[in-house]
């Protein structure tokens, strides 16, 4: 971590620690939308929300937080204070598990990240292949299969989970050859997520689940022969530097769930509370739209560097679906009929 990076988290750890200036907990005197001082001759501070994720701010995610932001700006004026941290990253933290912790400490009052472990909802969502679309796929999130993991979240969780950001369709690169087939990635080492591993040991590959901050190095380096994202990550990470072969596989969809420290917010103002969840539902239909128009912008750059994208025929298409197979005879015991039913299988 450079020197100014590690002066702008200790910064940022200071600033958390000062509940007083920072986020409204369970027991605080709250009138309006203000947090009472300690010392009963001080003036009222603005009540601070601090929001964050691990994106560059020109990221459809950066971009959808601000669009928060700037709701709550609009709506409550000087009594509210802003603020972003939009890469922790930058800081030192690992990317999921550290929002995850700064929400818990509640040093973040509102982050992103994606979520997998015991929630069936999203590991469904994510099974190969599922969804043809991208309307298909956000009619999932908006309804049943969306809520179902809000429930799950929230009832095994400190946290309340306000909407989804969209992480959108996965896609495979590698730096060794192009890949038409699922014999082509026999063998290559790709950097998966956890809840992709299944999926890419039948395709042939030998999936591994480096954490995110260790992608570009393990490209670079060649301990990673390759890796699977939507196209717009691809470029945010700078991961297309290290890639040359990318093949449009369309063989996941991720959402990011958009979560709060429960006990926390759960103190605040109800007129905040409100507030603070329809400028959620209104950044999330603005990230969709802003994913949209990164995804072909990114594909652009990956070409522009030199990458060959590759689009599957049908025929091609059906060898990868047709390998993945076993996945969806064991969802059949893995995941509730109701469940099941709600993504048409």
Do not use: C
Request: aromatic share 10%; net charge negative; hydrophobic share 40%.
């Amino acid at each position: 971590m450079s020197k100014e990076n590690q002066m702008m988290r200790r910064e940022f750890l200071k600033a958390s620690a000062m509940l007083g200036g920072g986020f409204i907990t369970a027991g605080s005197a709250i009138t309006g939308v203000h947090a009472q001082e300690v010392n009963p001759t001080s003036s009222k501070k603005p009540f601070r929300i601090v929001m964050g994720g691990y994106g560059p701010s020109t990221s459809s995610f950066s971009q959808g937080l601000k669009k928060i932001g700037d709701r709550l700006e609009a709506g409550f004026g000087d009594e509210v204070e802003i603020k972003y941290v939009y890469n922790i990253m930058d800081l030192g933290y690992d990317g999921a598990g550290g929002l995850a912790t700064l929400v818990d400490n509640s040093w973040l009052a509102l982050a992103y990240m994606t979520m997998f472990a015991g929630i069936p909802a999203l590991e469904l969502a994510a099974l190969p292949f599922l969804f043809s679309d991208t309307k298909m796929a956000r009619a999932a999130m908006d309804g049943a299969l969306g809520q179902s993991a809000i429930e799950t979240i929230e009832n095994g969780t400190n946290y309340r989970v306000l909407g989804f950001f969209e992480n959108g369709f996965r896609h495979v690169s590698n730096n060794t050859r192009p890949v038409h087939s699922p014999d082509d990635l026999a063998g290559l080492a790709i950097r998966v997520l956890a809840v992709q591993a299944r999926t890419f040991e039948l395709l042939g590959a030998n999936p591994t689940n480096t954490p995110l901050p260790g992608v570009l190095k393990g490209l670079e380096s060649g301990q990673l022969d390759g890796q699977e994202n939507p196209f717009e990550n691809v470029v945010t990470y700078s991961l297309y530097k290290a890639q040359r072969f990318y093949t449009e596989t369309y063989h996941s969809y991720l959402s990011r769930p958009i979560f709060v420290n429960k006990s926390s917010f759960d103190s605040w103002p109800a007129e905040l509370q409100n507030e603070l969840r329809a400028a959620v539902q209104n950044a999330v239909i603005f990230q969709r739209g802003l994913h949209d128009e990164a995804e072909i912008s990114a594909a652009l750059t990956i070409r522009e560097s030199g990458g060959e994208i590759i689009q599957l025929t049908a025929a091609q298409r059906k060898k990868f679906v047709d390998a993945v197979a076993p996945i969806y005879f064991d969802a059949q015991s893995l995941y509730s009929r109701e469940l099941l039913s709600s993504v048409g299988l």
